[in-house]
């Protein structure tokens, strides 16, 4: 599949800025299942590149921006070529043991309900306990369009009827690890999600390792495991270390920030 992408990414502010340093993690890159045709990150001011990678092995961009800055955008676009893996990942950078992602963080603790869910739901071998627990997490919730509440953990998510894409991957994370199985975030592009009233963003979901087999990526928001409409871009312990865009700015002010995405399958 021949999947396109385009996605801008603004900033406005009340008050010039004086720099603006960002942290982008938007760069796929090749593995045995998506093969990354062009890619290019534009950004409509004068900037300073360095790229590098973080300590998941994700492809990084350091951007500096010296001011007075008033806004900024920053413009990614390009096309990914993916293949039927059945949600299998193949050839992707490795630099860490699964164990790992065993590892909680706060917005991945499990609470006793998210527990007792997990166990009742994923039984049998991790395969089949993944599955499951997939499926009972898609039919939980509500799936919510809107902009995810910035900050909110697993367990705070897992009380309301309905959540957005990324709660749902690190609710499915919480569950995998509470079950002893090596769980981690996804960001990426995809347009598995997208509706009439969904929010333009990054889509989110989760990978979980078995024995055997390597790491396995699940969509919570379909209850499938992700398959080659999906560009795989970063990964780490929760949403935050996966993030697309982050970063600082030396000003005062306030900021809004405006995001606009197209993911197109090429053909349709």
């Known amino acids: ?12 502010f009340t008050a010039p800025q004086a720099r603006l340093i960002q942290l982008l993690r938007v760069n796929p890159e090749d593995t045995h299942d998506q ?9 409509d001011c004068d900037a300073r590149f360095r790229r590098g990678r973080d300590g998941f092995g994700n492809s990084t961009t350091m951007l500096y921006v010296d ?5 900024i955008e920053i413009t990614v676009s390009g096309e990914v070529l993916t293949n039927p893996s059945n949600g299998i990942v193949h050839g992707a950078h490795e630099p860490l043991p699964p164990a790992l992602f065993l590892r909680e963080t706060v917005l991945t603790m499990a609470d ?7 166990r009742d739901v994923g039984l049998g071998e991790p395969l089949a306990a993944l599955h499951a627990l997939n499926g009972a997490v898609h039919r939980r919730f509500a799936l919510d369009h809107g902009r995810p509440a910035a900050g909110q953990s697993a367990a705070t998510a897992f009380q309301h009827p309905t959540a957005t894409p990324r709660d749902l991957a690190q609710m499915f994370i919480a569950a995998a690890r ?17 509706g009439d009233d969904a929010s333009p963003a ?14 396995v990526a ?14 795989r871009v970063a990964v780490a312990l929760d949403s935050a270390g996966a993030a697309p865009v982050a970063g600082s700015r030396l000003g005062e002010g306030e900021e809004a920030l405006d995001v606009d995405l197209h993911v197109d399958r090429a053909g349709q």
């Open 112 to 118: 006793l309900d998210m527990r007792d869910f997990a």
């Open 1 to 12: 599949m021949r999947l396109i992408v385009d996605h801008r990414t603004t900033y406005r």
């Open 218 to 231: 699940f969509d919570s928001c379909t209850g499938l495991c992700a398959d080659e409409a999906y560009v």
């Open 35 to 43: 093969s990354v045709a062009s890619w290019n990150v534009h950004v």
């Open 202 to 215: 990054p889509h989110g979901w989760a990978e979980a390792h078995v024995i055997g087999l390597g790491w």
């Open 67 to 71: 001011g007075p800055v008033d806004s």
């Open 178 to 194: 509470s079950l002893g199985i090596p769980a981690r975030y996804v960001s990426g592009y995809s347009p598995a999600c997208f």
